[in-house]
């Protein structure tokens, strides 16, 4: 049973209405419920992921409350709901404080709680506890997804905002990035393939958040560190966005939306590169085999052009050989972290050098980069390209 929620008006709370409503239209409603689901919902103390297990809260005891009195025997009780706080014990007292309101907004809730405390090294470690915020997410992700399975959840949710989106998209586009960056933060994605992660929030205003929290008098933590522009990610949030938002009001809605037809996109070439790992490539172990038999043949030897009649040209097309590329790392849990663009880049020239593909077996392909030096069909974390009889190979050394 989930705990009681004070019932505001519209009047009183417009915002707070406004995100009701955002939840209702955005999170899963199967014949008419949305509380059927068991669910576990990430919350750090912020404002963000108060937001979200109150908003989640209310939809869950509103829908048990709408199911008791009718026909409690057929009724369907709502599936649990659970939070999860990891206690990175980064900031010392505040890390503390921090598990303590979120402990104490759960048993108000009555919403079952799990906390990980994460490791922290022993006096003599010379290293500090990791701190760097991919580090600090990959924890958090395997203890969502650890906590989701023992408790059954099908969906684990996190409270990104639009705000999120805008800095996260900018944070990439500034840094360098490829399609996928810039597609931002997945509305819905897998964390595994039992567990889908859900961001419902990903719409909605960070002010709105905090408007509609006021408005109900919750409070929230607020993390000292995230005013800290010496952090690229503070910087954009503090700096950059309010001045691109002083001349362009609206630019936040409008990254989001240039995320979303990037996204689309992105699901397209996902689509194409599986069907060209089918029609030209196999896997073997620990090696990707290319069969430039089978390249070749679709093409037309008079024109030098592929043969229309039995493929398309998309196939030759490079970003369809990356993505390509990248779906087969991710096949063969190659670590695709130090392959830049231009690596991916170089792999899909030598694919599709058509010198190559009849050269006799055993020879490294000729593999001349931006810079002049041919780096010999080596690829970053130890993968090499070999040319054997119509085919080349990729393996890890
Ligand atoms: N320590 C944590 N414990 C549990 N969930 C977390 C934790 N940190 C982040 N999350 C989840 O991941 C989401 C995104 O992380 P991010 O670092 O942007 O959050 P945050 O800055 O702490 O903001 P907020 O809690 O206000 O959402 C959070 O909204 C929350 O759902």
Redesign the pocket.
């Known amino acids: 049973m989930i705990g009681d929620v004070l019932p505001t008006t519209p009047n009183e709370s417009p915002n707070w209405h406004r995100l009701r409503h955002a939840i209702r239209s955005t999170w899963p409603n199967r014949h008419g419920r949305s509380s059927d689901i068991a669910t576990l919902v990430?919350?750090?103390?912020?404002?963000?992921?108060v937001a979200?297990i109150r908003l989640l809260a209310e939809l869950w005891a509103e829908e048990s409350n709408a199911l008791a009195p009718a026909n409690e025997a057929a009724a369907k009780p709502v599936a649990p709901l659970v939070v999860?706080?990891?206690n990175?014990g980064l900031r010392g007292e505040e890390s503390n404080a921090d598990e303590a309101f979120v402990r104490q907004l759960c048993e108000q809730l009555q919403l079952p709680l799990v906390v990980h405390h994460v490791a922290q090294p022993s006096e003599s470690a010379t290293t500090g506890p990791p701190s760097d915020e991919r580090t600090l997410r990959g924890i958090?992700r395997d203890f969502f997804e650890r906590t989701a399975k023992q408790h059954g959840c099908r969906y684990v949710a996190?409270?990104?905002s639009a705000d999120?989106q805008a800095e996260t998209m900018l944070h990439h586009f500034i840094r360098g990035t490829g399609p996928l960056g810039l597609a931002g933060i997945a509305e819905v994605s897998e964390l595994n393939t039992d567990i889908v992660l859900r961001r419902p929030l990903l719409q909605v205003r960070r002010g709105t958040l905090r408007a509609g929290l006021r408005e109900i008098g919750q409070t929230w933590r607020e993390?000292a560190s995230?005013q800290h522009t010496v952090y690229t990610r503070n910087w954009i949030r503090h700096d950059v966005l309010p001045l691109i938002e002083s001349r362009y009001p609206n630019a936040v809605e409008a990254i989001h939306r240039a995320g979303t037809l990037q996204h689309e996109l992105n699901e397209m070439m996902r689509r194409l590169a599986e069907r060209w790992l089918e029609a030209f490539t196999d896997f073997s172990d620990d090696r990707w085999i290319i069969r430039t038999q089978r390249l070749s043949q679709s093409t037309n030897p008079e024109r030098g052009t592929v043969d229309t009649d039995t493929t398309c040209d998309w196939m030759f097309e490079r970003p369809v050989i990356v993505a390509a590329s990248q779906l087969a790392w991710d096949r063969l849990g190659w670590s695709r972290g130090s392959m830049t663009m231009q690596h991916w880049q170089r792999l899909s020239g030598l694919i599709n050098d058509r010198s190559s593909w009849h050269t006799s077996s055993g020879a490294t392909p000729a593999d001349k980069a931006d810079d002049g030096i041919d780096h010999g069909g080596h690829f970053p974390g130890g993968i090499c390209v070999s040319i054997e009889t119509e085919q080349l190979v990729l393996r890890s050394e």
């Open positions: 990430g919350c750090s103390g912020g404002a963000d992921s979200l999860a706080h990891c990175h958090r996190v409270a990104h999120d993390d995230n």
